[in-house]
């Protein structure tokens, strides 16, 4: 298992071939796990990423949306407590929540995660990587050098996606924000409208509409927020947005959009004949798979995402057990965490068959998406669930019982807050009395959702959840309560 490179620079990448037993093309949070994981299996590695380690995740996401919206969390935490609310003077010093943003995204620098690759140890390689055939990798850099990468045993696909602009005319031609600029933005708009009602959109709108965006307008295509989740979900975020001075329009698109100057105002013009100027357009409508030039068809693929996958990350269509495809760019889940769980696995898959083992144990298959995973949408109130929704799975054929409860009912939760409002459900398989889905919106909610995902995914029966006794008085006494209302 010996390799051949040098050191790697951020500026620049190894400058001769490299010869590993894996080959990890793409950067992200499943990227750097699935190396991680198969160094930890004994196996060599080397990281290929042209853009900064850590991925989208890290720098344009997860972590810097969380650490916008915290602050507005804090300030509405604080407002809803008698005699802390009155403690609350002057505005927001959006200049120190921007510095504390940069921070949690170490300055766009990315010297630390490629330290922290290299010592696991693994080899980072900068570039663009693209197959040239089974188990061989091309990383090409800017100048159009390159480096050959040949894997012994296998190639990990971590590429991820990328967002996807919706076909109305002059849209593209009007650099309209994306996740990476509303995340990285220096100074809010004043007007600013958003396309979309998925989680980017709900939560960049609420941020940005208290960092600065005075005239916030979201334009919903269909009827609902959050239209993946639970109806009551969306309901309790639009009375929130709306009570903040946030307008959601429903039913309402651009049919063609105008910018004749780049620093200029955007111009949207409505399907309903109307129009809307803002200073800036955030499209947040959903996003593809990242995968032109990744050479697919070099191995008998179709140049097109996401890429089918198995329980074991193994892509389908290609021949041997090389190819896998951990992250958004499988489809499974576009989610962190389950690119990371994707990832774990398929490390250890790899590195059992790299040594003989047995590949086919209960922790080398994947289950969590077909159950329905976590999320958690970190808006005001947040919205968290797992596993499927009541219309899901009456769709799949599930003797379905419901259960709700109104969460303002328990005591943790006004005791949190004065006029909590929140919801919790609960959808059960009644056939086998376990539970199918859990969703939970309210402040504060997030922290409720780990101990739904292990009822869901363990399938734990109603009788012995039961015996789980909850806490007095915590938020988390809403099982008592979903469970009493289902009769035990």
Known sequence: MSQQHTSPHPGGGAEADVDVDVVVIGGGPAGEIAVARAVRGGLTAALVESRLAGGECAYYACVPS????????????????????????????VPAVLARRDETIYHLDDSKQVAWVESLPAVMVRGFGRLRGPRLVEAVRPDGTGTELRARHAVILATGTEPALPSIPGLAEANPWTNREATTFTKAPRRLAVIGAGPVACEMAQALHFLGAEETTILVRGHRLLARTEPFAGELLLEEMRRKGID?????????????????????????????????????????????????????????????????????????????????????????????????????????????????????????????????????PQVCCVGRTEEAARAEGFDVRVVEYDLAQVTGAYLQADGYRGRAKAVVDERRRVLLGVTFVGPGVADLLHSATIAVVGEVPMERLWHAVPVFPAVSEIWLHLLEEYGL
Request: aromatic share 4%.
């Open 248 to 380: 959601v329009r429903f039913g309402r698109q651009p049919v063609r959009v105008d910018r004749a100057d780049a620093d200029g105002p955007v111009t949207l013009h409505l399907d309903d004949g109307g129009t809307l100027e803002v200073d800036e357009l955030l499209v947040a409508t959903g996003r593809r798979s990242a995968v032109d030039g990744l050479g697919l068809d070099t191995v008998g693929l179709e140049p097109t995402g996401p890429l089918r996958v198995g329980p074991d990350m193994r892509v389908e269509g290609v021949a041997g057990d090389w190819l896998y495809a951990v992250g958004d760019v499988n489809g499974l889940d576009l989610l962190t965490h389950m690119g990371k769980y994707q990832a774990r696995l398929c490390g250890d898959v790899i590195a059992a068959r790299a040594a003989g083992r047995p590949d086919d144990l209960p922790g080398l298959r994947e289950i969590a998406d077909g159950l329905g995973a976590p999320q958690v949408v970190f808006t005001d």
């Open 66 to 93: 969380k650490a916008l919206l915290r602050p507005m969390e804090s300030v509405d935490e604080a407002r809803r407590v008698r005699g802390v609310a009155a403690a609350l003077t002057g505005s927001v010093d």
